[in-house]
Nanobody
C-alpha cells in the first residue's frame, strides 16, 4: 500500500503564493508520474500539473506561467509552487501518483481571498 501525505495548503490573498508538498511512502514500485489535481465546490476534479519520471511536465492552461511542479526522486516527494494566486484557484488540491497503480492523497484546502 502507498500513502500520500500532502501539506502546505491554507488561506492566502489574491496575488500571493503557496507551496504544496506531497510525500509518498509505502510499497512504491517504479513511479511513472506524480501530479496535482484540484476540485472546487460543484466542479469536477481537474488536472493542475503533472511530472513524469523523465521530468516531462504538463500544466492546465489556467495555471501555466504561475504554477511550477517539481519532484525529488530520492525522497519520493512532489511539490507545487503556486504564484500569483487567484480566487478561482480556490479548491481542494490532491496529490496523485502512478506506479502501475494509481494513488491519491487526502487533499489539502487552498483558499484564495479577493
Amino acid at each position: 500500500q502507498v500513502q500520500l501525505v500532502e501539506s502546505g495548503g491554507g488561506l492566502v490573498q489574491a496575488g500571493g503564493s503557496l507551496t504544496l508538498s506531497c510525500a509518498a511512502s509505502g510499497r512504491i514500485f517504479s513511479i511513472t508520474a506524480m501530479g496535482w489535481y484540484r476540485q472546487a465546490p460543484g466542479k469536477q476534479r481537474e488536472l493542475v500539473a503533472a511530472i513524469s519520471i523523465v521530468g516531462r511536465t504538463n500544466y492546465a492552461e489556467s495555471v501555466k506561467g504561475r504554477f511550477t511542479i517539481s519532484r525529488d526522486d530520492a525522497k519520493n516527494t512532489v511539490s507545487l509552487r503556486m504564484n500569483s494566486l487567484k480566487p478561482e484557484d480556490t479548491a481542494v488540491y490532491y496529490c496523485n501518483l502512478h506506479d502501475g497503480y494509481e494513488y491519491w492523497g487526502q487533499g489539502t484546502q487552498v483558499t484564495v481571498s479577493s
